[in-house]
């Protein structure tokens, strides 16, 4: 018998955010001390010895000294073969490589940073810096083992977070949709459910594959029609919220900061727009306790973290491969391991605080990925839907740490903004 | 009237300093643009002049291409951003403050 939590579940949302490692956002969590103990061990965060090597050959410690803005003003490389030098620490393909996380310095090095610069890809946010996502991550789940789809940039990632695969891309090119795979807000629809992706603004828009906007503006909406249908108890049974990806004038001559926290956009005002969509959530009893929102990241935009990425399992592939002209390492990629680790934090007030997933820490750990998110929708909604990948249909469900016991309204927290 | 809630955590603003139109567009802007004006081309009509999208540098830039864009496609989309959800806190018992001094320098009953 399914919990009650899932019973009682009506919507899920789905907030991406931009290019943050697991490490950079929520490894600080391990280093809180509480009388003499770790606060949070069940988390895979750091150690606080972890290490990569310089241009020069210098061992470069983690460090908790992330800066909100200008420490990462040179965009980090997240493309494919950028994200191949930090997985395996060196340039050379072929057999006999091992995975070590090594080359994160390397890779920013070669983007006309100064010695100094290129450690800042270590650096990581004191849980004091990051209050919503740290309240978020601890009060509620967080997954040790979320990773992105691919190690690769933003858009091939974004689009296994609604198709389940990204049609053998592993870049940032436009491409299109092959039947018979359609995205998940079209099987929702087709099934007789309500989906919409909500980006932030017109002067934001979308990243999310600009055919699906051509083709079907119908499943679009704003970011303050996500707010009213929160108010109006209108909310799909299934959204994803995009943030705001540029800084541009706003309404009577106000500003809009991007709250993407992409590089380097302020973390700061990410922080404020994931408080500010719990909050739509949260103050809306009937919606709090038939709602489960996951907050997650597209990619690990270039930043540090510890954690070597698992292979994918070889009896569920994705099907697709990419050449060697694709990946721009000059070797095929046939979708068989993992991007490097993201935060990736499931809210409903039916999680016990403090409850932690597992990752690859643990033998009984579980591996989840962004095809997990229309896995897991088309599963809930839809239970049997034949055209998907064996990659997908295989994907973890993200909604089982929703139990029988609804927390208290007392127990669970507001943001003040 | 408004619900108040119990536990409340502060969310720090962010500064001003932050805001800066024209930062030059990082690789994901750039391919953002890219992907609308594949859209655009796709869409005009035969003759007719397409953007220039070589000539979008900054966010500022970027915003206006992608206003004008998302116009066309999805004009349902106007409604301005949201201003923040703020919960009501609780209200507090207030404090006793010390009896201000009369002014008028009427004597206290006993």
């Known amino acids: ?417 | 009237m408004k619900k108040k809630y119990k536990l409340m955590q502060k969310v720090p603003k962010t500064p001003k300093s932050a805001y800066n139109h024209g930062r030059f567009i990082s690789s994901l802007i750039e391919h953002q643009i890219k992907h609308f004006h594949e859209v655009e081309k796709s869409l005009a009509k035969p003759g007719e002049a397409l953007t220039d999208i070589s000539k979008i540098k900054t966010e500022l830039h970027a915003s206006k291409y992608l206003k004008q864009m998302t116009a066309r496609m999805h004009p349902q989309g106007t409604a301005q951003p949201q201003k923040t959800v703020k919960p009501q806190k609780p209200k507090r018992a207030a404090k006793r403050q010390p009896k201000a001094k009369a002014k008028t320098g009427r004597r206290k009953r006993k």
Request: charged share 20%.
């Open chain 1, 1 to 417: 018998m399914a919990p009650t939590g899932l019973d009682k579940l009506k919507h899920i949302v789905v907030l991406m955010m931009e290019n943050r490692s697991f490490d950079h956002m929520l490894g600080g969590l391990s280093l809180v001390m509480e009388k003499g103990k770790k606060k949070y061990p069940k988390i895979n965060g750091l150690t606080g010895n972890e290490s990569n090597p310089d241009m020069n050959g210098t061992i470069v410690k983690v460090q908790p000294n992330a800066k909100f803005q200008g420490q990462l003003d040179h965009d980090p490389d997240h493309h494919f073969p950028g994200v191949d030098l930090q997985i395996f620490g060196t340039t050379q393909q072929g057999a006999g490589r091992v995975a070590n996380m090594q080359g994160f310095i390397k890779s920013y090095a070669t983007q006309d940073t100064s010695i100094d610069q290129s450690h800042g890809i270590m650096a990581y946010f004191p849980p004091e810096n990051l209050p919503v996502l740290t309240r978020l991550a601890t009060e509620y789940a967080v997954f040790n083992g979320w990773f992105s789809s691919i190690p690769g940039p933003t858009i091939c990632n974004r689009a296994f977070a609604h198709y389940g695969t990204s049609y053998g891309n592993v870049d940032m090119n436009l491409f299109f949709v092959q039947d018979p795979i359609v995205s998940i807000y079209d099987r929702m629809i087709q099934g007789g459910h309500t989906a919409k992706i909500y980006y932030y603004d017109q002067q934001s828009s979308t990243m999310e594959i600009v055919n699906l906007l051509k083709r079907q503006p119908q499943i679009f909406g704003s970011y303050s029609q996500f707010v009213a249908d929160c108010n109006g108890n209108t909310l799909p049974d299934y959204c994803f919220i995009e943030p705001c990806y540029n800084d541009h004038p706003g309404p009577g001559g106000g500003q809009i900061l991007a709250s993407d926290q992409h590089p380097d956009h302020n973390v700061k005002e990410g922080e404020r727009f994931i408080a500010n969509t719990y909050n739509a959530i949260r103050t809306n009893q009937e919606l709090w306790e038939t709602t489960a929102m996951l907050v997650v990241y597209d990619e690990h935009g270039g930043i540090y973290d510890h954690v070597v990425p698992p292979n994918c399992d070889p009896n569920f592939p994705d099907g697709r491969s990419a050449a060697g002209d694709k990946t721009g390492t000059g070797v095929a990629f046939n979708f068989d391991r993992l991007g490097v680790r993201v935060p990736a934090i499931l809210i409903s007030p039916y999680i016990p605080r403090g409850t932690v997933i597992p990752g690859t820490e643990d033998p009984n750990g579980v591996i989840y990925e962004h095809a997990c998110i229309p896995g897991t929708v088309t599963n809930f909604f839809l239970k049997n839907f034949e055209n998907r990948t064996a990659r997908e249909k295989n994907s973890k469900n993200f909604l089982t740490p929703l139990t029988d016991t609804l927390r208290p309204d007392d127990d669970c927290w507001v943001f003040d903004l």
